[in-house]
């Protein structure tokens, strides 16, 4: 036998023996005994790489806010869209962090930026980032958002009409090349020119930005990524993505010119041409630091992929959504329309935008019936009991308050179904009414979250850095594009759907196989 087959032997068996003995564990782990929930469909698999929004929504109906489904090799994980619980979750961070799979699959992606951070690591990276995401920086970044909204308009407008005066479009691909191109100018002084290049990806940075965010962000779990974040040693045997390393590469390369450039602006002193952008602000922010406490170049230039999804893949998707609901709902459509209309300006501030009270009911219910981040997970890292605001039976017919759970538990926290659940917003809580913020129900006040009664942007210390702008973002591209045209579907209701996984893209059913897109006619007003 030669020395390579014995190794690789000795290293098989002694995979079998971990994985065996992590799995009788899991499977047995008195913590959720009794917690009712789906039968696991494989011994092996369990529900690994098939949850959805729509499945966790079906099982929530069935077994209440607080069940168990299973992961691989019969690894009992517990859901909770209990908003006792969540409040629980997200103000115990030390307790309930990113699990160790999720954080080494963002660090592959995006490096060690705040999305991967936790404990003090997280506390001095949010500390020295929170002031490029305030209200007065947002506020000045809003008029590059009207611009580059009124571009897309221009660019849609270019389009030749029917005889009837509409033209097609893909809305989804428009908004992801206009939203990119806010980013790069916004986020680090970066013109991607996105918009002007049609599908094609303009720049290298573009490009490394498409295959980490557009392709690999948001797609189901592999079996082969899982083993590599669970088990150490595999990441020597079994191959890693090679686009998304090149693509990795490309992007420190390209962030380490724009630090340098950022840093020689400031440096200059020249208020003439003084930046704004995000990552100036970053780099002046962090100046202000003690030596001790100021972050590393390195670390710096991991943050740029935290500026992109603040107004990119989720802002994008969320106002194709928007247009949808506008398409769906001819009645809202008009309402809103005749509200921007009165407004005198094609350039709106973010303070004309914030007191357009049915805007500001739109955004919302866009935001709770289409919020574009289907769920989230924490892992457990110490033993606790956590509260109950809607007591679950158990199997046995015994009512529990609170629910135990030991260090290694994963805890998935369904964003959608809480934005959704009959529970907080009664029996038409499916359905799109911009109106039934007129009147918040109670229950509401109960969900955790850092913008109005949503859950969409998560809470606690690790709530979205990036949600005012996004939400100043999806403003003016719905004042820009409502005003200028009337919308409807290009395609049959029936046919759209949204995708699996972690970003509830929109899809056609009968095109599964060209990706995420939107087709809608558009008629200028």
Not at 105 to 127: D, N, P, W, Y
Not at 214 to 225: E, H, K, L
Not at 356 to 370: A, D, G, S
Request: aromatic share 10%.
């Amino acid at each position: 036998m030669s020395l390579r087959v014995l190794v690789t032997a000795v290293v098989t068996a002694v995979l079998v023996a971990r994985l065996t003995r992590w799995a009788y564990r899991r499977r047995w782990a008195l913590a959720l005994r009794g917690l009712p929930g789906p039968p696991s469909p494989s011994g092996i698999f369990g529900h690994f790489g098939t949850v959805s929004f729509r499945k966790f929504q079906g099982w929530h109906a069935t077994y209440g806010p607080t069940f168990k489904y299973h992961g691989m090799l019969g690894e009992a994980h517990l859901y909770t869209a209990d908003t006792t619980a969540l409040h629980h979750i997200v103000n115990n961070s030390e307790v309930y962090q990113k699990a160790p799979l999720v954080r080494y699959s963002l660090i592959q992606l995006v490096g060690r930026g705040l999305l991967a951070l936790e404990g003090e690591e997280h506390t001095k990276m949010r500390k020295i980032m929170s002031p490029a995401f305030g209200v007065s920086q947002i506020r000045g970044l809003t008029e590059l958002f009207v611009d580059k909204s009124v571009e897309l308009r221009d660019v849609w407008a270019q389009e030749s009409p029917n005889d009837a005066g509409w033209i097609q479009v893909d809305v989804l691909s428009g908004l992801k090349r206009m939203t990119l191109d806010v980013i790069g100018k916004a986020g680090f002084a970066y013109e991607f020119h996105a918009l002007n290049a049609g599908d094609e990806a303009p720049t290298p940075l573009g490009a490394a930005f498409r295959e980490l965010f557009m392709t690999q962000i948001g797609q189901r779990p592999t079996v082969v990524t899982f083993l590599r974040a669970k088990f150490p040693l595999l990441r020597y045997i079994l191959p890693g993505n090679k686009r998304t390393l090149n693509a990795r590469l490309t992007m420190d390369k390209i962030g380490f010119q724009l630090l340098q450039n950022a840093k020689a602006s400031i440096a200059s002193g020249d208020k003439d041409t003084e930046r704004r952008d995000l990552l100036s602000l970053l780099v002046k922010s962090n100046m202000s630091e003690e030596d001790s406490h100021r972050l590393s170049d390195a670390e710096v230039i991991a943050q740029l992929p935290t500026f992109f999804t603040a107004g990119h893949e989720t802002t994008s998707t969320a106002t194709a959504w928007a247009l949808y609901a506008l398409a769906r709902a001819p009645d809202v459509q008009d309402k809103l329309r005749n509200e921007l209309s009165a407004m005198g300006t094609d350039n709106p501030s973010l303070d004309a935008l914030n007191s357009l009270p049915y805007l500001e009911k739109f955004v919302r219910e866009v935001m709770r019936v289409h919020a574009p981040v289907a769920f989230t997970s924490r892992m457990v890292m110490q033993d606790d009991v956590i509260p109950l605001g809607r007591p679950y039976t158990d199997t046995r017919g015994v009512s529990h308050s609170s629910i135990p759970v030991r260090k290694g538990l994963f805890i998935r926290i369904p964003v959608a179904v809480v934005n959704q659940d009959p529970w907080i917003w009664g029996d038409d809580a499916a359905e799109f009414n911009p109106d039934r913020w007129d009147a918040i129900p109670p229950n509401a006040s109960t969900i955790p979250g850092v913008y109005v009664q949503l859950f969409t942007f998560f809470g606690g210390s690790h709530n979205c850095i990036g949600w005012r702008f996004a939400l100043a973002e999806i403003k003016a591209l719905v004042y820009t594009l409502v005003r200028a045209y009337e919308v409807e579907l290009a395609v049959p209701v029936e046919d759209v759907d949204e995708s699996l996984g972690l970003i509830r893209r929109p899809i056609l059913k009968s095109r599964m196989g060209e990706g995420p897109q939107l087709p809608m006619r558009l008629r200028k007003i």
